[in-house]
């Protein structure tokens, strides 16, 4: 549908030069969504998808196993969106203090993701409202080391910002002035909070991914917590049980298209193709997630069995086996802290999963050697591979 303008121009004046910034409405639309049988159908399989994927996540024998890799694997194509260069590898190898093969930067990025997303999950678990009191905290720990900590971590912008270009006066898109951008943003979450008037939640998301990107409320990390967001909504309504949806690697995927339907949005008031691509996203990252649960699941069982045959050997080296599946990059060290048995069986169940094909050495010293899960690894690095990067 096409409506007016969504909202309305404020002139504002920033390093000597005036533009013309963008105060979004606020939501919902006006006039309401025209819900279309073809869009009406589309929703209707989003959340059936979802539905898949949460009873998947349900009948997993250790969630938590699995989400560790699933997390990571979202914040390194969340950050990739917004350039950084580092692979889920680097991520793992960084977490077990080895050296990565990017800058510093570019991986603190990535863990401060995963660190600010189990923070906001946390609080909601405890009862915290998802609101703009916990979007602060949430920003705070996302830019709290690396690239961006000098912006600001956890508090909304005092000055002008914008997207592309080098200025104000040649970007892409002005959001709305610090002065407007705070009344936009409590409207905002009243919206989330079903005010002024209760919305679907799959609507809701889509609905408020958008608002919070034009809005941009800080000065830097707007587009990684916009999707961070995503998350922690459908965690809150309890859509899903496990944060195991995650858009970044759809939204990168096509991210020309997602950038031209957010503007498409603000100057048009087509919500409808926005909320079309944005229900495709979710079924097709739902199905995959759930494709990708059962790979894992079954490569898993599969050397599982052939563990069992060991026979003497087997109870320690499944031990071993069940921390590369949460860890599918791992030193011996790790794996001896993890398990609690000693160097010399952790060792001699690495040998066994050496030669059974299920593990790789990937360094040849006789201390701290790192291991590889790599069949279950190479399920999971799907979409995130850069071009000429090894493993290691």
């Known amino acids: 549908m096409q ?6 121009y404020a002139k504002v004046s920033t390093v000597g030069e005036s533009v013309l910034a963008f105060v979004p409405a606020p939501l919902p639309p006006d006039p309401s969504i025209d819900w279309t049988p073809e869009l009406r159908s589309k929703f209707d399989k989003a959340l059936l998808a979802l539905g898949r994927l949460d009873s998947v996540s349900r009948l997993l024998p250790d969630t938590s196993l699995f989400l560790y890799m699933y997390v990571r694997k979202e914040a390194v194509l969340s950050s990739m969106i917004e350039g950084t260069q580092s692979s889920l590898s680097d991520l793992l190898l960084f977490e077990l203090d080895q050296e990565p ?4 930067n570019d991986v603190l990025e990535v863990s401060n993701y995963v660190r600010a997303l189990h923070y906001g999950l946390k609080r909601l678990a405890e009862g915290f409202p998802l609101s703009l009191r916990l979007i602060r905290e949430v920003h705070g720990i996302l830019l709290t080391k690396g690239r961006g900590s000098n912006h600001t971590p956890g508090e909304f912008r005092k000055s002008q910002n914008w997207i592309g270009g080098t200025r104000a006066g040649n970007a892409a898109f002005v959001p709305p002035p610090p002065e407007k951008m705070m009344e936009c943003m409590g409207k905002l979450e009243l919206f989330l909070h079903d ?12 609905l408020a991914h958008v608002q919070f990107e034009t809005i941009h409320p800080f ?5 990684r917590l916009g999707r961070l967001l995503i998350t922690l909504l459908l965690c809150e309504q309890d859509v899903l049980q496990q944060p195991m949806l995650y858009l970044s690697l759809y939204f990168k995927t096509h991210s020309q298209y997602y950038y031209e339907l957010l503007n498409k949005v603000r100057i048009t008031g087509d919500w409808e193709a926005w909320l079309d691509f944005f229900a495709e996203a979710v079924i097709v990252t739902a199905t995959q997630a759930v494709e990708t649960a059962q790979q894992l699941l079954d490569l898993a069982n599969k050397d599982r069995a052939n563990i069992i045959e060991l026979g003497r050997a087997a109870a320690s080296t499944v031990q071993v086996h069940r921390v590369l599946i949460e860890h599918p990059i791992a030193t011996s060290g790790l794996i001896v802290e993890k398990t609690g048995i000693t160097h010399a069986t952790v060792n001699k169940a690495l040998e066994h999963l ?7 050495e990937l360094t040849k010293q006789k201390r701290n050697r790192l291991f590889s899960y790599s069949r279950y690894f190479d399920i999971m690095n799907r979409g995130t591979e850069l071009p000429g990067r090894e493993l290691v």
């Open 101 to 104: 093969g990017v800058p510093l």
């Open 354 to 360: 050496v030669r059974l094909g299920i593990v790789t």
């Open 195 to 206: 005010k002024p008037e209760p919305t679907p939640i799959l609507l809701k998301v889509a």
């Open 3 to 8: 409506r007016e303008l969504q909202g309305h």
């Open 219 to 223: 000065l830097d990390g707007n587009g």
